[in-house]
């Protein structure tokens, strides 16, 4: 099992430009978390599906975030157009469904707006 | 509504030390209780969690938890610190019942151990 794998593990951008970052969730899991973490505002949940379908999205910040999962192998958040205060690290986690299960987290994505 | 409190958002022991960080929890609901820990510039890791078994749950690198109904507790011990123990500690609580797959998080505890 090679855990969640997120992708890419750093990016730098101009403000303006629109960033795409993608997750590829464990085999199995009908959960997938995306989340953000600064050292300001701690960890927050941004968005959730189950079973590829979009359950929560109350943490998502403003329209200028997006997040799809087209199939259960794959989920991309996006952020168009980026800017400074969107610099943080992003997390892409998942978890099966049913049970107590925690989340498996991947390495996370450290984006740098300038 | 569920909620989870960090007592001590930074912690120092010095190594060989006991760790104790401490959490409570909120919730109307028997619950799933986790911690995690995040080393430097890395995700977080599943330590070990409560899913309503044996009161005290025992994790990885020498971790436990015991968890109190009665307090609301859930806090993480080991009893001798070492030096690689150093990360930031999350607490989370998850609700057992309906579609509530979302775990709740605590704001974290900075562990430091000192040689």
């Known amino acids: 099992d090679a855990g969640v794998i997120q992708s890419p593990r750093h990016e730098v951008t101009e403000m303006g430009q629109e960033v795409t970052l993608r997750c590829k969730p464990i085999s199995g899991h009908n959960s997938l978390f995306w989340y953000r973490q600064t050292m300001m505002r701690g960890l927050e949940l941004l968005i959730y599906?189950?079973?590829?379908?979009?359950?929560?999205d109350s943490g998502m910040p403003e329209d200028r975030f997006s997040a799809k999962m087209p199939n259960a192998s794959f989920s991309t958040l996006k952020i168009q157009p980026s800017e400074p205060r969107d610099s943080a690290v992003y997390f892409c986690a998942s978890s099966r469904e049913t049970g107590g299960y925690g989340y498996t987290f991947g390495s996370g994505t450290r984006l740098t707006v300038v | 509504a569920q909620s989870v409190t960090q007592l001590g958002s930074h912690v120092s022991v010095s190594e060989g030390a006991l760790v104790l960080l401490r959490c409570n929890y909120s919730s109307s609901v028997p619950p799933y209780l986790f911690w995690y820990v995040q080393y430097p510039n890395q995700g977080l890791q599943l330590l070990l969690k409560?899913?309503?078994?044996a009161t005290l749950v025992k994790g990885i690198n020498g971790f436990e938890a015991e968890f109190k109904k009665s307090e609301t507790s859930f806090h993480l011990t080991k009893p001798s610190a070492h030096m690689s123990d150093a990360a930031e500690y999350f607490c989370?609580?998850?609700?057992?019942?309906?579609?509530?797959?979302?775990?709740?998080w605590g704001l974290g505890t900075s562990l430091a151990v000192n040689p």
């Open positions: 599906f189950n079973n590829n379908v979009p359950i929560d």
């Open positions: 409560y899913t309503s078994a």
């Open positions: 989370a609580v998850r609700g057992n019942a309906g579609n509530n797959r979302k775990l709740i």
